[in-house]
Each structure stands twice: as C-alpha cells, then as structure tokens.
Nanobody
C-alpha cells in the first residue's frame, strides 16, 4: 500500500508542471503542500462523498486536479506557477479500510 509522487522540479515563474501520484493498494484523493517553515495545507482534493473538487483559493484557476481510474493515478496540472507555490507537494489517499496514507512528496521550486 503506497502512493508515489513524481513530476516535481525547478521552473521559472509563469511556467507549468504536472505532478503524478501513482497509487498501489489505495485510492488517491488529493494534493497537499508544505512550504519551509509552514504547515501542510490543502491544494486540491476530490470529496470522499462525491460532488465537485475543492481547491485552495490561492490556486483556483491555475491548478487542475484529475484522476485516471484505469491507471489508479492522480494528477495535478499546475499553470502560471509563482514563487509562493514553492513547496513539497504530497499525495494523500485512502486504503480499502479507510485509513489515510501519504506519499513521500515531490519538491516544486519556482524561481522568480
């Protein structure tokens, strides 16, 4: 049971990145991020009971979360990146028993 993130890197302000989260024995549910010296915060999540996705106000209109159920992989398309988006991005998911699990994270660095 694990989540494996990929796709992070260094990009200039205004650029784009796409993060991937491959899930094994679990269902990927959302993306969170943690900047140095700050608490982990929600970026975008699929609601567990259905309904529309939820985005942090700071990323609305720039980031898009999606999921390929056939591949059990979740994505985060990030456009118009800004230096304040610099953080480690984590994938969160649920096991069959309902337990919450986390990936190890992928670093996103946006230079000005």
């Amino acid at each position: 049971v694990q989540l494996v993130e990929s796709g992070g890197g260094l990009v200039r302000a205004g650029g784009s990145l796409r993060l991937s989260c491959a899930a094994f024995g679990s269902t990927p549910m959302g993306w969170y991020r943690q900047a140095p010296g700050k608490q982990r915060e929600l970026v975008a999540v699929f609601p567990g009971g259905g309904g529309s996705t939820n985005y942090a106000y700071s990323v609305k209109g720039r980031f898009t979360i999606s999921r390929d159920n056939a591949k059990n992989t979740m994505y985060l398309q990030m456009n118009s990146l800004q230096p304040e988006d610099t953080a480690v991005y984590y994938c969160n998911g649920r096991t069959v028993s309902g337990a919450s699990i986390w990936g190890r994270g992928t670093q996103v660095t946006v230079s000005s």
